[in-house]
């Protein structure tokens, strides 16, 4: 949405197709809790959030993109506070900021712990004014149209009527997210199953970094809800079994910072806690405990509310008196379609892409919490402009031979309808895949469970073939697109199995066993992995690097 | 379940698959909380009688003192007082109803006005309500004026 | 080991194309007690019967695509316990909605009717970037906060007596998140917004039932909003009998 705006703003002419498989609120944007990073304070500066983001990267972000993001954060932020983002405040009026992990000052900005939803509102709401968006809810995209190395639009299946249609267009931005689903344990929603970052695979494009998948250290365990960083921002303690607060007693790299160290230390931290014996037993597996107590009612009742009331619904459980039970839990993917800083895709021109679907890269091998929402504002602004400026010279293309692919991909979806007679199921490939990605590229790995996982994923592409699907009405057939989804969660996984087993290190998110250490000298780039028929095939891309070298990552 | 306004809902340009008809809440009218609601609506149907009843005792008035006389001695019918009991239970009924709704119905702010706490607002309806019928009573019953 | 419980969802199916009219299908399902209904109708979908239609997806009572009638009340499945419910359980479309398929409504009049009233903004000068964010106090925030929580999940229309026979009534969301906007202090269009909610869509169609309260999820209390927007709306026409347009608050 923000690279629409952006686009129909630039340009008083051109019109934007939004394309979504859901009403727009319903994107999973609506679920983020915590903040969004921008330089806001007098004793923060662009410098310090820009090497809190590199070396929460690992070193592994490219320096100008983080250079370009941190200069215009606070811009966008505050643009969206124009727009009626309703911000929590200062005494004296201006915009409150609070910690967050990994970021050495307060510059998180945040609207009570319902951020997500308030910022995915307001932009949605603001669009509303531009006639020039035109919406198409409820198609979902299954098909980019290139030609010749040309991007001309894409082919959507309108869920409702179950008809595909051609939509033209001379650029396109995918922000379709990321693909948490591949996982079985996660915060992500229903829809985050990598349909972008698949089109782009399909058509050329390398996924880039896909080996980083960061788990969030407090996911509620069964459910793998999120409960925000800002529990741990307003002072929350991470405690194991016995009351104890590991991450201050015992050494986990995280230093001073202790609960506001970076993500995946967090993570790992609490998988050796339990894996040493000292996390608690449940019917959902082994947790450990967030307790909010010493906090008080008044504090969480005014900054954390949407975390009580989740507590309560889904774990039965007051934080304002009891400690919440959590686990590590997929959330999001630092990797993505290969983007240069524009937005631009590699190997398909006018195609572009922003947000979690893309790695520009921003978030390297691990991102910073409350940096992926300003990203969304800051790189979709971007990439709308870099979009409109590739329209204006573009041509339009043939619509007939256009019109073809739109049948093509009719007859396609027609014959996966209702398929019969195949021995598989979508919930059994679904679970089978889900198993296989958690064995292999959970928070610790290793070489023979990566490997075992690449061989079950391509394994499971073939089984798809013989996939045996219910439902063969047209009118918004629920099933055909899961199996699209699955389709497409089947590549991403295969992107992130294969990604992750090439890379012979520890760095940011991606933790190994049998490689402990990170090696600047070997891998010091950024993972490509390009679709081919036979299997995918890997390659390499430099790191940007600026005014900071890598060093030691300890805080 | 029963079927609601046809266009219930309806997108000024319906969508191109057929659609089943909207259906009502499935406990309205008489059902949960809906009881409540649909008695406060019927309760207009009382007001519309008093308002003959009024329109009566004018008239009984206006035809001088033995019409009036007749009139008071048709307050004492059985059925009269019964509807006057009817009739006092349904304007209490409403009264509290309208008045648990009135403090969150006032904008929080007109121009640099803020409304006064619920509960004052509260109190000041009761009281007042509760004054003008203790007024409205004694002047009825000759105590006053 | 968790003990299962077994109840009969009774479920709503119609699929334009083979029915002439909705009809139900039961389905025995065995029940985590932590289950959600939406947990259970998963279930169905992958286990019993992979034609079922549903709309969801945060599983966290924040993105409001759930909303169904669950033993006739109107419910976000994705927050509604299953040990709370009795042994049968009827799972129905949102009432007052035009249904497409099975559990699926037709939701394009509720987003015309939420941009009618011009959610967004409204200042005379756009502020530039460069000057900031604009001042709000917690305060000033606090006056229209509530009101901006609504996931749209549509609860509120299901329950709406006057949705139900008005087609034109607004609708509790939408009033809402209109007069959220008016009363925001950054807004300057209240004005416009009181002229909307004295049009077609008359605010006045209200009449107190205060369903749309009792069954947010949010505690948005649209009600409220409604109400209050009433009294806006009549006092911004008051004025302006007596000042001219351009002298208002």
Redesign the interface.
Known sequence: MRAAIAAVEADPDISVALVSK??P??S?T??AEGGAAGVAREDDSLEMHGFDTVKGSDFLGDQDVIQYFVEHAP?E???L????C????N?????ATRAFGGMSTKRTWYAAD?VG??ML?SLF??S??FDRIVRY?EQFVTKLIVDGGQVRGVTALDI??GVVRCILGRAVVLCTGGAGKIFPFTTN???KTGDGMALAYRSGVPLKDMEFVQYHPTGLP??G??ITEATRGEGGHVKNKDGERFLVTRDYGVGKKAELGPRDMISRAIVQEIEAGRGIDS?YGQYALLDLTHLGEEKIDSRLP?VR??CK??AGVDPVYEPIPIRPVVHYMMGGVDVDIDGKANGVSGLFAAGETACVSLNGANRLGSNSLTECLVFGARSGLSAVNFAKGASAGDDAALAKVGEAEQGRIDALRGKQGGGE???GIRGDMQKAMESGCGVYREEATMQQTVRDIAELEGRYANLS???????????IVAALELENMLDCARAVSNSAASRNESRGAHTRRDATARDDVNFLYHTLCHFDPAGPRLDKKDVTLGRWEPEERKY | MADAHPHAMAPTRP???RTAPPQRPPQFPMGGRYLAYTAFGWTGLIYLLLGFLVIEAVWALGDGAAAWQEQLLRYEHPVYIAFHVLALASVVFVGVRFFRLFPKAQPPRIGPAKPPPQSLIHGTLYAVWVGATVVFGAILAGGLF | ??ETLVKKFVVTRF????DEAPRTESYEVPCHP?WKVLDALNHI???I???L?????????????CGMNVNGQPTLTC?KAVSDLPDTVEVTPLANFPV???L?VE??GF?EK??SVK???IRAK??A?EE???????AE?EE??QF??C??CMLCYAACPVVANEPEFLGPAAIA?GHR?SV?S??EGAAERNEIFRGEGTVFACSYANECSEVCPKHVDPAAAVNQAKFNAVIDWAAGLVLPRGGKE
């Open positions: 859901v009403y609120m319903r999973h609506v679920s811009k932020l505050t643009r506070e124009h727009w009626g309703p911000w929590s405040r005494e004296d009026g201006s915009v319902k939803f308030h509102h709401q603001h509303l004014r809810d409702r009527e929603g229903n829809i069964g459910t809800i999120l019917q949407m009331e989740l619904i889904y199921t979508l919930a699907l219910e439902d063969s009405s047209k009118v918004f057939n629920t099933e | 969508g191109k698959t | 080991m968790a699929d334009p194309d083979k932590d979908k992958d286990e019967d992979g034609s239609a549903h709309r969801w997806s945060c599983r966290m009572s924040v993105c409001g695509s927050k497409v398929r099975d699926v939701l394009d987003m939420l941009k959610p967004w903004i756009e502020k970037v900031g964010p604009m001042r709000q106090s917690q925030l229209f906060k901006s929580m996931i749209n998140l906007y925001d950054r807004d």
